[in-house]
Nanobody, 122 residues
């Protein structure tokens, strides 16, 4: 069973950048589909960007071209590089993992971190 811990959130001005990290322990991420989800204020949690167990990537239309997901297999860490941040990117960002073949469909992700807050505001 994998445990996930996120870090890297904070307050940033519009147009700025942040890099989120998700450190996994208890199991190698190679066996999982993994990804980032966001819960914006007053909204349901939704997928932002994910990597399948065979390396395919997906990103939501709202972040495509601005956010980049990557995995450091050697150190068992998942990253989300977020550039050109906008106020609508504000929310709690969660790292999640699943053994199911489910690209960024929240209900199929069984393992979750505690979340890290990202606030984009001037």
């Amino acid at each position: 069973q994998v445990q996930l811990v996120e870090s890297g959130g904070g307050l940033v001005q519009p147009g700025g950048s942040l890099r989120l990290a998700c450190v996994a322990s208890g199991s190698t991420l190679d066996y999982y589909a993994i990804g980032w989800f966001r819960q914006a204020p007053g909204k349901e949690r939704a997928g932002v960007s994910c990597i399948s167990s065979d390396g395919n990537r997906w990103a939501s239309e709202s972040v495509r071209g601005r956010f980049t997901i990557s995995r450091d297999a050697a150190n068992n860490v998942l990253y989300l590089q977020m550039d050109n941040l906008k106020p609508e990117d504000t929310g709690i960002y969660y790292c999640a993992a699943t053994t199911a073949k489910a690209m960024c469909i929240e209900k199929y992700y069984a393992y979750w971190g505690q979340g890290t807050q990202v606030t984009v505001s001037s």
